[in-house]
């Protein structure tokens, strides 16, 4: 779908909070159709499978699933399949064309402790989650969180593999969800003002800084395989997922304009894609501000902003 940039910026002039809770609202009855689909399939299978790109709000989707379905009266575990990353041995790991490490591939993954995993909680039987702790880039088992699903219990398995078919084909009946943050902006002439690659980048540039550290040159540095990785290992596979669902929100580039402008405009002169952050940043120009203080608590947002 596409939000018009006409009737964003007259909702953000009239009533910016009102606007803001009935676009979280719809978010929220996405959540909870989703919720009752999985209620539904639970005495086939105690699994779920969140999968979605860069930027799509993986986290806030599960944990919000979680709230909703504990409101149902399922007690729910969510899993990051981050922890089930292999400790990495340089001399194996699968490159990308120029030679570095392709962070995105499924290859990086523990497939078949997954798969292990996945046969063990549907039959009742205790797992031991893994811990990767990154800033040694290794896993460690002594750190991992004992898990056994009982009786309208579920565990979501969040990551951007989680619909790949090597997992997928040998567990059918686990619940299978795909998000991503799809909707463009246009005007009165239905021509793109903003597009929704560039609501990820946005998301990613401004969370990249706000909790990890890397500025936006490093953002980017990593944006191209990041997108090479949605092409060949998630995208592929969004169409086998029994829910889909957009989680861009019809607010949010008002918001986001003044985390994201100032650090666009500070990237250096001989960076390559400068000319496409300077485009991004005119085009976040167009939309009427919203002041950051004035976001919901439960806005989806604040996994990128705080």
Known sequence: ???????????????????????????????????????????KSPVVLLSGPSGSGKTTTAEKLSRELERRGVRTHPVSMDDYFVTQDPAVLPRTPDGAIDY??????????????????????????????????????????????????????EGIHALNTQLTSRHPDATRLYISARSDVVDEQDHVVFKRTWLRLTRRAVRDYNFRGTDVSGTLDMWSNVRRGDKLYISPYRDTAHIKFDTALAYEASVMASYAKPLMAAVPQENQRRGELLELVRALDRFQPIDPALVPPDSLLHEFIG
């Not at 006409?6 to 609202?25: K, L, S, W």
């Not at 292990?116 to 969180?145: C, Y």
């Open 1 to 43: 779908m596409a939000y018009r940039l006409t009737e964003i910026n007259a909702a953000v002039r009239r009533d910016p909070v009102g606007f803001m809770e009935a676009c979280d609202q719809g978010y929220q009855d996405k959540i909870a159709r989703a919720a009752e689909q999985i209620c539904a399939n639970l005495k």
């Open 104 to 157: 995105e591939s499924p290859e990086m993954m523990d497939l078949k402790l997954l798969d292990q995993h996945f046969e063990k909680l549907t039959r009742g039987e205790w797992i031991l989650v893994p811990r990767f702790e990154f800033a040694r880039q290794m896993r460690n088992d002594s750190r991992g969180t004992p898990l056994k699903l009982g009786r309208d219990e579920v565990a979501i398995f």
